[in-house]
């Protein structure tokens, strides 16, 4: 199998909003945590080796953030 580590940087906009919603920015990571590990996983999965390898790299991620912004997309209703 093949392992693959992602991280995603989040900006809250909106502090107050964010808090109402979830008390605290502490539970945005572990909210965002199975978003960006969908589509990592259908990211990576569309790629050969070598296009995987390149993602590894650092090219190509532009589909992968416009594919995680989609899926995030419902989070900017608590402010991020």
Request: aromatic share 6%.
């Given at each position: 199998?093949?392992?693959?580590?992602?991280?995603?940087a989040v900006r809250v906009v909106?502090?107050?909003?964010?808090?109402?919603?979830?008390?605290?920015?502490d539970h945005v990571p572990e909210?965002?945590?199975?978003?960006?590990?969908?589509?990592?996983?259908?990211?990576?999965?569309?790629?050969?080796?070598?296009?995987?390898?390149?993602?590894?790299?650092?090219?190509?991620?532009?589909?992968?953030?416009?594919?995680?912004?989609?899926?995030?997309a419902e989070f900017r209703r608590?402010?991020?």
């Amino acid at each position: 199998p093949l392992v693959v580590d992602a991280y995603a940087a989040v900006r809250v906009v909106d502090p107050v909003r964010l808090y109402l919603a979830l008390g605290s920015a502490d539970h945005v990571p572990e909210l965002l945590r199975p978003v960006l590990a969908s589509v990592v996983q259908r990211e990576v999965g569309r790629r050969t080796f070598a296009g995987a390898m390149a993602l590894a790299r650092g090219e190509g991620l532009d589909p992968l953030r416009a594919a995680f912004d989609r899926e995030a997309a419902e989070f900017r209703r608590l402010a991020l």
